[in-house]
């Protein structure tokens, strides 16, 4: 079937459910729980933080079944058309006997008072499930920063997932081929529209669907991850009346890598993201991207709301404008690319007219000659706003002078920006330290940051100075070439979250 259905369709475990009459706002936790009585799923902070209320979704890919962790209490039930939740009840095998999660967290005593633990198993076996997801230098540490445990202790939590790392395959193995056969009969290419008391629900089908929609109703909201937009319902207690998820639309889920550019479509997450943005902007490791959020964000969160959203602290826009990004909007069938820095004019004011939409961004590929360094600075590792990032793109000639440099920073002013007066000191120069220093000194020119919870204006813009000679440091003409690790520097620090 194409053309328009009325319900959203999607499985919670073995169950199907067929829902004409939802709330579009209504959060994935509080339809779990109080609708359906599966408790099992908790309910800490309901802002994306503590994962209690961690589940699984899972969606068939082409013909691969994928499956990602999640914070329900930020996911609207809207969201799921096409998908099969999991939840800590499903866990159990059919037998009864517990999943080798489970086990190892009895195994290894990592639940005290329990109220964490569903949230925790959820992300084990996303871990488990998940390629590569828990590999690695930091791979267990990654996979759990979003849980938080107040009573056990991390460790005991952590050796349960490497005892779960090494069981043997668990249930859900044995049913791949059904699950992806059920959620195969879920594929019908409709667009969904569902109009109730309690407001409007358009889920379009494809890009074209979604400009004709936003052409019609420009004040619609366009929600990816929700990540961003949840909050405003849990904790702003916005009414939304017509939300547009965009989250399924295949055109706009597109990776694609080209000789020159990569390009990113609006639908694509973080986590998907990270792989192609980390070959081509290449820094000591993916560090940016890995901290942005937890697991469960960047599952749900995409590059493209990350800009959509206009925060003047959101991580990708600064590294994105340093690396010379291009943002593709689209209206109707009216199609613009700009300047990635020319989006945001003001602070809450973005370059976006009604009824427009991103469709995508396109990050040129760096030339063996520049290097491409980003630092977030915030006061834990794992899980926090950044208080100030810096972002620096150069090119070097062979003779150590400075081509080109594009330098921008989030949390230095309204809206992530570039510091043209220090782009200025830094071009056709030596790369010595005495265009270090004109550097250092054009910084404060070129920002007047603000003193909020997060840092004070003085600490803003010591540090935007210290980035710069951090900078020099990492890849000036004297650099030992062993990149300094922002991790390193953090846990020296004690910061990590799981310590
Ligand atoms: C616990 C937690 C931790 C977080 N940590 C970080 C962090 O470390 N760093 C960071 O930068 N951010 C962080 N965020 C914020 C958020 O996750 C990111 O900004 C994310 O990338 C937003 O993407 P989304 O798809 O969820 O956006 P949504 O919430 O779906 O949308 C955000 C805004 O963009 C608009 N929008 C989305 N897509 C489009 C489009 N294609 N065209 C036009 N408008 C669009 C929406 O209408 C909305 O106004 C965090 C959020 C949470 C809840
Ligand atoms: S309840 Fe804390 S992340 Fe959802
Ligand atoms: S076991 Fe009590 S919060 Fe984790």
Redesign the pocket.
Known sequence: MTGTRHDVRFYVGNEYHTLADIAPTRTLLDWLREDRGLTGTKEGCNEGDCGACTVLVVRLEGDRLVWRAVNACIQFVAMLDGAQVLTIEDMRAPDGSLHPVQQAMVDQHG???????PGFVMSMVAGRKADGLAQGEHGIDDMLAGNL????GYAPIVRAMRQAMQAGPDHFDAMAQDMADRLRRLRDGATVDISGPTGRLTIPATADALASTLLASPDARIVAGATDVGLWVTKGLRVLPHIVPIGGIADLRRIERGPDALYIGAAVTWQEARAALTEILPQPDDEVIRRIGSVQVRNAGTVCGNIANGSPIGDGPPVLIAAGARLHLRRGDVRRTIALEDFFIDYGRQDRAPGEFVEGVSIPVPGPQTVIRAWKISKRFDQDISAILGAFSLTITPDGTIENARVAFGGMAATPRRASRTEAALVGRKWDETTLEAARQAIAQDFAPITDMRASDWYRRTVAANLLTRLYADCGPDAARAPISVRTACKAAGEHAHG
């Open positions: 639940s005290q008072c329990g109220f964490c633990t445990c107040r009573c056990t």
